[in-house]
């Protein structure tokens, strides 16, 4: 099932999203999205509401440097174990909104990812037994404003700008993530393309990583990674990423 989170003409609600291609429905949730959902009956087509974040998350732990190409084109070596840095939920906007560059910075780069979502959540959770443990996937745009990451030395200012966590467009609950395509585009032009096949550490391994250090709760979000291909944003420039069977997730580009 495909959740997502809407404005429709009488406000907000979770919906399910029906159909395929362009030929999309959003199919109004009563309650418990995220569990055993029921629905109003009502209907519309997704052309006539707007997408949203899917959900806020709790905390948003993201892996560095997981692809060794995209490692590779940053001067650094592949690190042994996971890397991992926390964005804070602030940063969270949903599909077609802005990313706002700040001013304090001369360059702000996308780097698409796939997102997983906690479903159980626990701590100290074994790689056998994390599969049970995920809600569903969605696509996330971990962006970064690459000059701070370098001068401060760690990430939290570089990577935790309102606007840096584009989610979306949904969150999808029946999905194989092993190995589909992750591509990024701006203005209509392929920057990044790769496979999830090529992480370095699995999302099983992530989790149990993650879990042995903090609780994971349900809705938190799990960055597993951007592939090679990064690259600057201007204001003016949209930027789409792709993960296949996932969808697209859309966002323009603004000054702040």
């Known amino acids: 099932m495909r959740i997502a989170r809407i404005a429709q003409p009488d ?23 995220f569990a055993n959902p029921t629905f109003t009956g009502r209907r519309w087509p997704l052309a006539d509401v707007r997408l949203l974040a899917p959900f806020l998350p709790p905390k948003i732990v993201c892996i560095g440097r997981n692809y060794a190409e995209h490692a590779a084109e940053l001067g650094h070596e592949v690190p042994d174990a996971p890397l991992m840095f926390l964005k804070p939920n602030t940063a969270v906007i949903g599909p077609n909104a802005e990313i706002r560059l700040p001013a304090v910075s001369e360059r702000v780069d996308f780097e698409g990812e796939l997102a997983v979502v906690v479903g159980v959540g626990g701590r100290d959770i074994p790689a056998a037994k994390a599969r049970q443990s995920i809600l569903g996937y969605t696509i996330a745009n971990d962006v970064t404003a690459r000059d701070l990451q370098k001068t401060d030395g760690q990430w939290t200012r570089a990577k935790g700008f309102d606007t840096f966590c584009p989610l979306g467009p949904w969150v999808e609950t029946e999905f194989d993530p092993d190995d589909v395509a992750i591509r990024t585009e701006v203005d209509g032009v392929l920057k990044q ?35 090679a291909g990064v690259g600057p944003l201007t204001a003016g420039q949209t930027v789409s990423v792709t993960v296949e069977g996932l969808g697209t997730l859309t966002n323009t580009v603004a000054n702040r």
Request: hydrophobic share 45%.
């Open 11 to 33: 406000g907000l609600a979770f919906a399910a999203i029906e159909g395929s291609g362009d030929d999309l429905t959003a199919v109004e949730i009563a309650e418990d999205p």
């Open 193 to 227: 393309d790769s496979r999830t096949s090529l992480l370095l550490h699995d999302i099983a391994e992530l989790i149990e990583y993650i879990s042995a250090v903090m609780t994971l709760r349900p809705l938190d979000v799990i960055l597993t990674g951007t592939p």
